[in-house]
């Protein structure tokens, strides 16, 4: 029988020890990361690079979007014929009703993400007639089944693998979340639990707001004045043990109990698995895998 060194059995050792290791690393790996870029109109605001059937553009990025939507002029490029209608509500309970198309992939970041609807929308309608055009905004909707981490101090919007989910949360606190599906079910959107001396209020997780908006009929459950319009110190405590400070701004007739924008995500990263329905947070200096 063939004798082998021992210097050469332990350089073989070394070597299959650095691939197991390498093996291992890469399948912690996300599977994608997607990078944002600042809106010039709105510092809170986000946006993203995506291809809808082969036509580029930039999108809006917004957590609180609900449903992923597309222009008439993007809808008119791949052949899309709205058609029908969604209907949806914003914070204050405004009315929205766009027609839709069907069956979308849409690349992001190399990866293809399938929209089962998009609305089609002009977007543009909300911004001064100089802002920089936009091709749409993408939401939740467009991940569901997933699990993503939205790391605002990055600017970066990781979709996780099953290892590289693993790997993160463990250095995270989970939170109770609900997932919201309203729009005929199409939308997806996020709401974590904020503790109040009556019970568990869900604030709505809105990358698009630049602040903390609560409603008027919660704000004296955490300590506001249900009558000030000027922003005040607030201290929320997501879950049990998650303490957030920061100022709010208190909202007449919202349709929900708060809602927690970019300035809570500038220092906190947040993981939503939504298969399953549940969520974690880290400091943004904390996590990364």
């Known amino acids: 029988m063939k004798r082998v060194s021992v210097a050469r059995a332990g350089a073989m050792a070394a070597w299959m020890i650095c691939a197991a290791s ?22 809170q605001l986000m946006t993203v690079r995506a291809s809808v059937r082969g036509h580029a553009g930039t999108f809006l990025f917004d957590t609180g979007e609900g449903v992923t939507m597309i222009s008439t002029t993007v809808a008119q490029a791949i052949g899309c014929t709205p058609w029908g209608r969604v209907t949806a509500f914003r914070m204050r309970g405004d009315r929205v009703d766009a027609q839709h198309c069907d069956g979308i ?104 707001s630049g602040g903390i908006f609560v409603s008027k009929v919660i704000a004296p459950l955490l300590k506001l004045d249900p009558e000030s319009a000027a922003p005040q110190p607030v201290r929320l405590t997501i879950g049990d043990t998650v303490v957030v400070e920061g100022r709010a701004r208190v909202v007449d007739r919202m349709i929900m109990d708060g809602n927690i924008g970019a300035s809570f995500l500038a220092k906190w990263n947040v993981t939503l698995d939504l298969a399953a329905g549940r969520a974690w947070i880290a400091p943004a200096s904390v996590g990364e895998p």
């Open 105 to 208: 992939p849409i690349e992001i970041a190399g990866q293809d993400f399938a929209a089962p609807s998009v609305l089609v929308f002009d977007i543009m309608h909300y911004f001064p007639p100089n802002a920089p055009g936009l091709a749409g905004s993408i939401g939740l909707d467009l991940f569901a089944g997933r699990a993503i981490t939205f790391e605002l101090a990055r600017q970066e919007l990781i979709v996780e693998s099953p290892r590289s989910l693993a790997s993160r949360i463990g250095h995270a606190t989970r939170v109770p979340v609900r997932i919201v599906r309203d729009g005929q079910g199409l939308a997806l959107t996020v709401d974590l639990g904020v503790a109040t001396p009556r019970g568990t209020a869900w604030m709505e997780f809105d990358s698009g």
């Open 22 to 43: 390498a093996s291992a690393a890469q399948a912690a790996q996300p599977i994608a990361v997607v990078h944002f870029a600042r809106y010039p109109l709105g510092d």
